[in-house]
């Protein structure tokens, strides 16, 4: 071994014992689903940011939409005896075994974004999740607030058919609207989640009702969809945002593009940052043992034209959406 | 004409007659039309602009399947080449925005037409490939992301409009004429037919089968080029997941619907697109109708089933109608 190559091994060595000096701060794994959508990639860069803040090592593992992907990574956290497990499951159930393992090592679990199967609760320290009903419920009020007592017919571009939060937004903004009647759901279509979709079926809503003369609200399931929209109002000459309000749901850059613009009114956030409380009770649990309660609901913020759009785009823009 | 446009077509323009008849009950202003800043605006138009991505597809498809093929790429390389155009709109040209999208497109098609003319896959094996990871690597283009652009040259390609017909549906006539004058004004047509006919026999009588069939997947990949393209300007952005996304079975349903038939020989490139139309044209009356959308999906195979029922030789009745109507026995 020449001196160079021992000098290294011995640096090695000392970089290794020296490494729980420090070790106050702690080392999480976060099993992620995968670049499924915008809105994930956005999640997976708001999660460094936050445990860069707070000076924690997260490991994060992209499962590529894979629940077997999944828990193989829960499996290699528990091997490497991570503090916390954060988990964004891709699917609602088959969690049992892993989780098991993960309680018999004594390794709290966190879920984010999406819950479990309810068989499994006492198997999860908690999970921090947005309430896709009060979503819709927030885009719902804002709509009556804003109308007051004007009679208004609302067309929706609703979310794909079968998927839960779709359902769920929608049964928010309708349990919203119906204290209000005034309010009249007059179309209600699928878009897909998709611009393209969203497009397509806006234009179809603006033929069937008078040329959009008989439209006084579009409230859409997602922000995607209705940036399709918008650009349907505009090709039939219409004015989104003054002609027809507009009300959406996620918070994605482009609605506050449109936003700046002056075509679109309104936004409901699903904040990115699930990882932020995650990490917060954690933290509260290892150093005082504060057992948090099972359900940590994030705040769906409502974001107008009113709150400085471009400051939202700007801090947006860059997370990946 | 009469080459374009054999007597078969009588059962498809039945089918759309009816469909339209249909969509006017649903919704009374389907017929209406009016200029909005240059441009028709109404449901037919609706129908004829929104119908664009699958009748290009179907003008590639229907090649393709006439060889006795099928290209289950053709969605995701929509995805591609509108990934690549909506990259490359802000800082380039328009033309070098078109060429490396549909040169991006004519790979992806030699690419299918190497597998299956040269290797000799079985073309379903050969394009699920692409289909598969077409979408991948139109994912790596845009990182996952929604790519837009403000290029005022690209967004004209789907939102603006040539003697009041929007652009798109412009491109796709110009795409019906410019297809038909190459195999229907030649006799590459005969041979495409004769290839996928029996494609030993027509080797063994000097047709270079294998040339046809590589020219036909590298045809079909242009034309998803540029539906991909039309489908990105539509937007004014590309959406590697969304774009093209199950376009492939309405291309083949539509070459389908238009009389061609899976097992290769005859084809007509007018009926398939008439079929590209029939689809749309039902889409669109869904649309208007304000069922709930749970229907959509029921609808639709209901009417595909009608008008393939409609076309088939073994409905007897239908076949003493067409035959009276013709002059000719059944």
């Known amino acids: 071994m020449t001196p160079k190559a021992l000098f290294a091994a011995s640096a090695t060595v000392a970089l290794l014992f020296a490494l729980p000096a420090n070790a106050a701060e702690l080392t999480i794994g976060f099993s992620q689903i995968g670049s499924e959508s915008g809105w994930r990639a956005a999640e997976t860069s708001v999660s460094k940011q936050e445990a860069a803040k707070r000076k924690v090592n997260l490991k994060i593992a992209d499962a590529q939409q894979k629940q077997e992907n999944q828990i193989k990574a829960i499996r290699s956290f528990i091997a490497q005896n991570v503090d916390a497990i954060f988990l964004a499951p891709v699917v609602s159930t088959g969690w049992d075994s892993v989780l098991k393992e993960a309680k018999e090592a004594k390794i709290p679990v966190v879920l984010l974004d999406r819950d479990i199967d309810p068989s499994g609760k006492e198997l999860y320290l908690t999970a921090v999740t947005s309430d896709s009903v009060h979503e819709g419920a927030v885009a719902g009020d804002w709509l009556a607030k804003t109308v007051g007592d004007k009679a208004c017919n609302v067309v929706e571009l609703q979310g794909t058919v079968g998927a839960s939060v779709a359902a769920n937004r929608k049964k928010g903004f309708d349990t919203a609207v119906a204290k209000h009647p005034n309010l009249k759901v007059v179309r209600s279509q699928t878009g897909d989640f998709t611009r393209a979709k969203g497009k397509e079926v806006m234009e179809s809503f603006i033929k069937a009702e008078g040329g959009g003369k008989n439209i006084c609200a579009v409230y859409a399931h997602n922000d995607d969809m209705m940036v399709g929209a918008i650009q349907a109002m505009k090709e039939a000459g219409l004015k989104p945002g003054k002609d027809i309000l507009t009300v959406s749901i996620d918070a994605v850059p482009d609605i506050f593009k449109a936003m700046v613009a002056g075509e679109a009114n309104a936004t409901v956030e699903l904040t990115p940052n699930m990882a932020g409380p995650a990490f917060d009770v954690v933290a509260a649990f290892k150093e005082k043992g504060t057992v948090p309660p099972k359900w940590i609901q994030t705040e769906s913020r409502l974001l107008t034209a009113a709150d400085n759009p471009q400051k939202e785009y700007d801090s947006k823009k860059g997370l990946g959406y | ?330």
């Open chain 2, 1 to 330: 004409m009469t080459a374009l446009l054999p007597r078969r077509g009588l059962a498809q323009i039945l089918a759309l007659i009816v469909i339209l008849a249909v969509d006017r009950v649903v919704s009374p202003q389907f017929f209406d039309l009016r200029l909005q800043d240059g441009r028709l605006f109404g449901s037919l138009i609706d129908v004829l602009n929104r119908g664009t991505p699958v009748a290009l597809l179907s003008l590639g498809m229907v090649l393709v399947i006439a060889t006795r093929g099928i290209d289950l790429s053709v969605g995701a390389v929509m995805a591609i080449c509108g990934a690549i155009a909506a990259s490359l709109a802000d800082s380039h040209g328009l033309p070098v925005v078109l060429a490396a999208a549909l040169g991006a497109g004519l790979i992806c098609g030699l690419w299918n037409g190497f597998l299956v003319a040269v290797l000799g896959m079985q073309p379903i094996v050969a394009t699920l490939i692409l289909m598969v990871a077409g979408r991948g690597i139109a994912q790596l283009i845009t990182e996952g992301r929604i790519v837009t652009f403000s290029s005022p040259d690209l967004v004209w390609l789907g939102n603006g409009s040539v003697l009041g017909l929007p652009v798109p549906v412009a491109i796709a006539l110009g795409m019906l004429i410019l297809t038909g004058a190459v195999v229907r004004g030649s006799a590459l047509g005969l041979l495409i037919e004769a290839t996928g006919g029996n494609a030993r026999a027509s080797e063994l009588a000097g047709v270079g089968t294998r040339a046809m069939i590589l020219s036909v997947y590298v045809w079909c990949g242009v034309c998803a080029a540029l539906a991909g393209v039309i489908a990105a300007a539509d937007i004014m952005g590309a959406d590697a997941n969304n774009a093209g996304l199950w376009l492939e079975l309405d291309a083949i349903l539509a070459v389908v619907i238009g009389g061609t038939s899976l097992f290769g020989g005859r084809f007509s490139l007018v009926l398939a697109v008439l079929g590209a139309l029939i689809i749309q044209t039902m889409n669109t009356g869904i649309l208007l109708s304000g069922y709930p959308p749970e229907f959509n999906l029921l609808v639709k195979a209901a009417v595909v089933l009608a008008v393939l029922l409609l076309q088939s030789p073994k409905l007897s009745g239908f076949a003493g109608i067409m035959a009276r109507l013709r002059g000719t026995k059944p």
